[in-house]
C-alpha cells in the first residue's frame, strides 16, 4: 500500500489550496480514505473522509463548508479542496486509508466511530504528509 502526497504549500488567509493523494498497491474501490492532519505537539486530527464505493464523504466541523474531499477512480486518487484558509489550518496534512472497515464504522456516531477514535479504530496505512501553512 502506498499513499502520496502532494499540493500542500503556502497560502494567505483567505487563499486555498488543493491536495492529492495517489493510492497505490490496493482495489481503489469500496474503501475509506481520509485526511488527517497534525500540528507538532497536538494529536492528529481528522479533516475529511470518503467511502469510494458510494462517494459518501465525511467532514469534522472545523472544515465543514470549507473542504471538499472527493475520489477519481480512474486515477486513484482522493483530493482535499480547501477555501477560506486561516491560520487555524496550518498542519502537516496527511492521506491516511482503511482497506476493511468502512467510513461509517470508523467515524459515524452511529457506529460508534468519531474522527477523535478513528484512527484507533483503523487508518492503518499513511502517506507521507504535506505541509499546509496559511499566514
Known amino acids: 500500500v502506498q499513499l502520496v502526497e502532494s499540493g500542500g504549500g503556502s497560502v494567505q488567509a483567505g487563499g486555498s489550496l488543493r491536495l492529492s493523494c495517489a493510492a497505490s498497491?490496493?482495489?481503489?474501490?469500496?474503501?475509506?480514505l481520509g485526511w488527517f492532519r497534525q500540528v507538532p505537539g497536538k494529536e492528529r486530527e481528522g479533516v475529511a473522509a470518503?467511502?469510494?464505493?458510494?462517494?459518501?464523504?465525511f467532514y469534522a466541523d472545523s472544515v465543514k463548508g470549507r473542504f471538499t474531499i472527493s475520489a477519481d477512480s480512474a486515477k486513484n486518487t482522493v483530493t482535499l479542496q480547501m477555501n477560506s484558509l486561516n491560520p487555524g489550518d496550518t498542519a502537516m496534512y496527511y492521506c491516511?486509508?482503511?482497506?476493511?472497515?468502512?467510513?461509517?464504522?470508523?467515524?459515524?456516531?452511529?457506529?460508534?466511530?468519531?474522527?477523535?477514535?478513528?484512527?484507533?479504530?483503523?487508518?492503518?496505512?499513511w502517506g507521507q504528509g504535506t505541509q499546509v501553512t496559511v499566514s
Open positions: 491516511a486509508a482503511d482497506l476493511a472497515k468502512t467510513c461509517h464504522y470508523l467515524i459515524e456516531r452511529t457506529y460508534g466511530g468519531s474522527w477523535s477514535s478513528a484512527t484507533k479504530r483503523g487508518f492503518p496505512h
Open positions: 498497491g490496493f482495489t481503489f474501490s469500496r474503501k475509506c
Open positions: 470518503i467511502y469510494t464505493e458510494f462517494l459518501n464523504t
